[in-house]
């Protein structure tokens, strides 16, 4: 079954950091551009950082520059997202996905809260 599996969220104080992890399976992670979205309430869905393949080539929306850092592992089938200096722009739900030959795959979403 093709998958993304998502891990990491959760509640970080201003300034603090969270790593997400999307787990890949079902197919070859190495072949496709993996990207990751966010979505905060009333706002619409982001694109925040994108992928390409064997040879990454890596882009991020202007808000997060020079905080968030996309990294893939091929070997492990799994994208991270580290994200550092994480203020009160950044709750929102998280989604990993990844555009096959087949469509569009998704992860769950996972929550990333900022509150002191």
């Known amino acids: 079954q093709v998958q993304l599996v998502e891990s990491g969220g959760g509640l970080v104080q201003p300034g603090g950091s969270l790593r997400l992890s999307c787990a890949a399976s079902?197919?070859?992670?190495?072949?496709?551009?993996v990207s990751w979205y966010r979505q905060a309430p009333g706002k619409e869905r982001e694109l925040v950082a994108s992928?390409?393949?064997?040879?990454?080539?890596?882009t991020y929306t202007d808000s997060v520059k020079g905080r968030f850092t996309l990294s893939r592992d091929n070997a492990k089938s799994t994208v991270y997202l580290q994200m550092n200096s994480l203020n009160s722009d950044d709750p929102a739900v998280y989604y990993c996905?990844?555009?096959?030959?087949?469509?569009?795959?998704w992860s769950q979403g996972t929550q990333v809260t900022v509150s002191s």
């Open positions: 992928s390409t393949g064997t040879s990454p080539s890596i």
């Open positions: 996905n990844a555009v096959l030959w087949t469509g569009t795959v």
């Open positions: 079902g197919f070859t992670f190495s072949w496709y551009t």
